[in-house]
């Protein structure tokens, strides 16, 4: 009987916190939520603010993403990669100039496809974080609806301050991130 009780409260345990190990590696401290929290907060605001009609106007639509979506990434680290290996040869303005740029190409890009897209149907579920090392993160979003097969986000997140930032995003196999470098090298070779 004993043992029973034990295995229980064993698989009990697993149950409830299934997104603390992956790989063998352990999240940092327990000061800081868990970056698959981050993720369900920010795609619980897109739903509620996408099952609105009246939210369709696309001044508003960019007002809500400027104010609650763009706060959760951390675009000095996504322009960082970006640059590669050119960042060493940038200056402070010239980063500071491709991180606006990188910012304003993402919000852009978001506000259009999700002008578009309905989300009065979709229901989300979260995978397990895949925690990768020290500070850093991936969490998989698979958003159902009436399309017959899912919409995969992977979000590739690290610690900045108390929190988790996304540093990228990869929808369906694509990533921003990868986007936005091959476009800033493509510039580059063009000079």
Do not use: C
């Not at 868990?34 to 609105?52: E, R, S, V």
């Not at 979506?69 to 402070?92: E, K, L, Q």
């Not at 196999?173 to 493509?186: D, E, P």
């Amino acid at each position: 009987m004993k043992y029973y009780l034990s295995l229980f409260f064993v698989l009990s345990l697993t149950m409830m916190y299934p997104a603390q190990a992956s790989n063998g590696y352990y999240p940092p401290g327990q000061s800081i939520e868990n970056p698959a929290k981050t993720i369900h907060d920010a795609l619980k605001k897109l739903q509620a603010f996408g099952a609105n009609r009246d939210n369709a106007k696309p001044e508003l639509l960019r007002n809500f993403l400027e104010t609650k979506i763009i706060p959760h990434f951390a675009f000095d680290r996504m322009t960082d990669w970006v640059a590669g290996p050119y960042a060493r040869r940038m200056s402070a303005a010239n980063m500071r100039e491709l991180e606006a740029n990188v910012k304003q190409a993402f919000l852009d890009s978001l506000s259009k496809h999700l002008g578009d897209y309905d989300t009065s149907g979709a229901r989300v579920t979260i995978k397990p974080v895949q925690y990768r090392g020290s500070g850093q993160a991936q969490v998989t979003a698979l958003i159902y609806s009436a399309r017959p097969y899912p919409d995969r986000l992977d979000f590739r997140m690290q610690t900045q301050g108390n929190g988790w930032k996304i540093v990228d995003v990869t929808a369906n196999g694509n990533s921003a991130a990868l986007y936005y470098r091959r476009h800033f090298i493509s510039t580059l070779r063009q000079y």
